[in-house]
């Protein structure tokens, strides 16, 4: 295996991918209804303080994993409540999966691979767009290509041991990220039964409706409040 980098190669390819990833992260508005859904339970969890259960306008949540409401709860109170802010779970994840892409071709191939893959993945649509969205998606790509980085690096023989076990801890930390929701179903996914019975008491309380967009007048009228809120603290009703 190969490395052949220097530390220009290093801090070039970061200065790289934040030029890719950050620049007008902020400059749209969220994007209906999964935007709005994340960034509001996000600042209610910064605002009530309960990191245990996420709410929805009240309802309690549990449709998708915690991860990324935490994340965006965190940067909600170190930096305040913003369209730049929502997004920046998802940004940094995408600024660690092209880093990572990189640094697995310079160490598999060489210097030129490692770059031209870089260079690849930051050029491609869906990861882009997916980079600059509050969904699960891209922070459930960074944690299995660190998890990949962390088989590099044992295969490599510089890593030791514990590159191993923290090859555990990523894939550990991405399915519960992901929660067994991969494609929205649910399918292909070993824990998705069991977070297809998590879900489903969830919906049984009455969030299903909210989380979809509404059954009724008032539940759509809660959802689409709720980009309003994320983006400047104003929920539906008021003025």
């Given at each position: 295996?190969?490395?052949?980098?220097?530390?220009?190669?290093?801090?070039?390819?970061?200065?790289?991918?934040?030029v890719v990833?950050?620049?007008?992260?902020?400059?749209?508005?969220?994007?209906?209804?999964?935007?709005?859904?994340?960034?509001?339970?996000?600042?209610?969890?910064?605002?009530?303080?309960?990191?245990?259960?996420?709410?929805?306008?009240?309802?309690?949540?549990?449709?998708?994993?915690?991860?990324?409401?935490?994340?965006?709860?965190?940067?909600?109170?170190?930096?305040?409540?913003?369209?730049?802010t929502a997004?920046?779970?998802?940004?940094?994840?995408?600024?660690?999966?092209?880093w990572l892409?990189?640094?697995?071709?310079?160490?598999?191939?060489?210097?030129?691979?490692?770059?031209?893959?870089?260079?690849?993945?930051?050029?491609?649509?869906?990861?882009?767009?997916?980079?600059?969205?509050?969904?699960?998606?891209?922070?459930?790509?960074?944690?299995?290509?660190?998890?990949?980085?962390?088989?590099?690096?044992?295969?490599?023989?510089?890593?030791?041991?514990?590159?191993?076990?923290?090859?555990?801890?990523?894939?550990?930390?991405?399915?519960?990220?992901?929660?067994?929701?991969?494609?929205?179903?649910?399918?292909?996914?070993?824990?998705?039964?069991?977070?297809?019975?998590?879900?489903?008491?969830?919906?049984?309380?009455?969030?299903?409706?909210?989380?979809?967009?509404?059954?009724?007048?008032?539940?759509?009228?809660?959802?689409?409040?709720?980009?309003?809120?994320?983006?400047?603290?104003?929920?539906?009703?008021?003025?």
């Amino acid at each position: 295996m190969s490395s052949g980098v220097s530390k220009l190669d290093r801090w070039g390819l970061a200065v790289f991918a934040a030029v890719v990833v950050f620049p007008f992260l902020g400059s749209f508005g969220l994007l209906e209804p999964d935007e709005g859904r994340f960034a509001q339970i996000g600042r209610e969890m910064a605002a009530n303080g309960n990191f245990l259960v996420p709410h929805l306008n009240g309802i309690e949540q549990f449709y998708k994993p915690p991860l990324v409401y935490w994340l965006n709860a965190v940067f909600y109170k170190l930096m305040g409540v913003s369209e730049w802010t929502a997004r920046l779970p998802s940004a940094l994840a995408f600024f660690g999966v092209i880093w990572l892409t990189g640094w697995m071709g310079w160490r598999l191939v060489g210097r030129k691979v490692g770059w031209s893959a870089a260079l690849i993945l930051a050029s491609m649509v869906e990861p882009y767009a997916l980079g600059r969205q509050i969904t699960l998606d891209m922070t459930l790509t960074f944690w299995i290509t660190a998890a990949l980085a962390c088989l590099v690096q044992v295969a490599a023989g510089t890593g030791g041991r514990k590159f191993g076990y923290l090859f555990f801890v990523c894939l550990g930390v991405g399915a519960g990220d992901a929660g067994g929701r991969v494609g929205g179903d649910g399918h292909g996914h070993p824990i998705a039964g069991a977070e297809g019975v998590v879900g489903g008491a969830g919906e049984a309380r009455g969030g299903k409706a909210v989380l979809e967009g509404g059954r009724g007048e008032e539940s759509g009228k809660r959802l689409e409040g709720a980009g309003a809120v994320a983006s400047g603290g104003r929920g539906p009703g008021k003025k």
